[in-house]
């Protein structure tokens, strides 16, 4: 698959086949997935795997505010990363730079943008290997963390969806005009 086409097709998957994904298979796709840039290399994302049923159902029964959509997502999933950043450190260069030349930045939003990207990453590496995934939101993020038992210095991001996917692949959802979201600046 070449890159444009890796960019065009990939697709929020939510139906998936009852087959299991190795565990290989999901390391290699983490691998490629740190190749994302990050907040001063700090590499902050990190993937929790969880492909125990009970856990997941677990997750989808009390995890995601009741949101029956992402429940029935997860019930469907061969697995799913809870997407983690470690806190403390993006938005800051400290210990990079000279301390006089040091600039605080807004970490809160850097530690975010760092797991965006992280999550993206992932989500095309994913498609890169055959693997179809789904960015959820609409999560109990707390409960999550708290279930998985996270490291106090860490908080949750988003949860990825994967397996492989069932049924036809999907063109893509409609896309404004370019013209709507695109600005030259003279
Ligand atoms: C930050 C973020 C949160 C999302 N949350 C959800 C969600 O909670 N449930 C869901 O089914 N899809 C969720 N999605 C998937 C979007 O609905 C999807 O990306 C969008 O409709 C475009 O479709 P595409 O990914 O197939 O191009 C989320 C995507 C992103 C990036």
Redesign the pocket.
């Known amino acids: 698959m070449d890159a444009i086409q890796l960019l065009k097709n990939?697709?929020?998957v939510?139906k998936y086949k009852s087959q299991d994904i190795p565990r290989e298979l999901i390391t290699e796709i983490v691998k490629l997935s740190q190749f994302a840039p990050s907040w001063s290399n700090y590499q902050i994302a990190r993937y929790n795997i969880i492909d125990n049923k009970t856990i997941i159902e677990d997750i989808a029964n009390n995890c995601v505010q009741g949101?029956v959509?992402?429940t029935k997502?997860l019930t469907r999933a061969s697995g799913v990363v809870v997407l983690s950043y470690v806190t403390g450190k993006s938005g800051s260069l400290e210990g990079k730079v000279k301390p006089e030349d040091a600039v605080p930045g807004d970490s809160a939003a850097w530690e975010c943008f760092d797991a965006g990207i992280a999550c993206l990453q992932f989500c095309l590496s994913a498609y890169a290997k055959g693997v179809a995934t789904?960015?959820?939101?609409?999560?109990n993020n707390e409960a999550i963390a708290k279930r998985i038992g996270l490291p106090e210095n860490e908080k949750v991001a988003?949860l990825i969806v994967y397996g492989y996917e069932d049924g036809e692949h999907?063109e893509?959802?409609t896309r404004k005009e370019v013209e709507e979201i695109l600005r030259f600046i003279d």
């Open positions: 990939r697709r929020s939510r949101f959509y992402n997502t789904c960015v959820l939101g609409v999560i988003a999907h893509a959802p």
